[in-house]
């Protein structure tokens, strides 16, 4: 166990044919015939989380939440939290404001209706916030969220704000922004809260800058992952190019291994109970 930081744990709750890079793949419509893989994968998580005595956020699509209701009351009963990834799954750049804010409206409606308590947090899809779409985080609050985890300050072709704050800050009036964990180092920030690079890069490396983390910027990380990361047997997208299916499926194999020690090294726990409480 490394110090005496909570940290917070977020899984964003979307199947593999749902990832934003194989958007130009498969068409939407084709969503409701792709045979699924959350209730295998979402099993698999509960059970890691409940080994290691932890407890998460699991950031749900809308749409998700309507054809697993079940899976989803499993989660909260669980005792994690259930945030909201918007209905379907769009981009915030790749909306109107009037769309985005319909989409999470709808998702917290949704998500509500099944768990039949309050939704707090908002995690738009692919980090997908920064300096060009502000007006994202005034349709949040009107929305009636209380935090989003929508920033990744880092430099990446698909997202990112790099000069984004790099930790919890009061981005609206009554609404908390909580960006994904960054490691500072050589004057920029790196990737520590998940994703791709957590895959890709050997264990020891993440371990080390999420320490760097807690001690010496004395601040909670914010982790994520995806269930279709803990599956390596999932079905492949036909016609991506390389460099997609690099990025999606490196390493899936070491990943439950990983998230054992992630979860034995740190200690962890759902996003309102480490960011939200004492707050206002
Ligand atoms: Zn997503």
Redesign the pocket.
């Given at each position: 166990m490394s110090g005496n930081i909570v940290n917070a744990l977020t899984i964003?709750v979307?199947d593999y044919f749902?990832?934003?890079a194989f958007e130009p793949h498969i068409p939407r419509a084709d969503w409701e015939t792709l045979p699924g893989r959350l209730e295998r994968n979402i099993e698999l998580i509960l059970r890691l989380l409940d080994e290691a005595d932890a407890k998460a956020t699991f950031?749900t699509?809308g749409w998700v939440a309507e054809r697993y209701p079940e899976l989803v009351r499993r989660i909260v009963d669980e005792g994690h939290e259930l945030a909201s990834?918007?209905y379907a799954?769009y981009r915030a750049t790749d909306q109107t404001e009037a769309r985005f804010l319909a989409d999470i409206q709808l998702a917290k409606a949704v998500l509500e209706d099944i768990c039949g308590k309050e939704v707090r947090g908002y995690?738009a899809?692919?980090f997908s916030i920064g300096r060009s779409n502000p007006w994202a985080f005034d349709s949040i609050v009107q929305a009636g969220y209380r935090y989003s985890s929508s920033v990744y300050p880092i430099r990446h072709d698909h997202y990112g704000a790099p000069d984004f704050p790099r930790f919890a800050h009061e981005v609206r009036s009554g609404l908390l922004e909580l960006p994904v964990t960054t490691v500072r180092l050589l004057r920029a920030n790196w990737p520590a809260g998940g994703g791709g690079y957590f895959r890709l890069m050997p264990y020891p490396i993440a371990r080390w800058s999420l320490r760097r983390v807690n001690r010496r910027d004395g601040q909670p990380a914010v982790f994520y992952f995806?269930p279709w990361e803990l599956d390596p047997d999932q079905p492949r997208v036909p016609g991506t190019s390389a460099k997609t299916r690099f990025r999606h499926y490196v390493n899936l194999r070491h990943m439950q291994r990983r998230i054992r020690r992630l979860l034995s090294d740190f200690r962890w726990d759902r996003v309102d109970r480490v960011f939200l409480e004492g707050r206002a």
């Open positions: 964003d979307e749902q990832v934003s950031f699509l990834h918007g799954h995690r899809p692919s995806h």
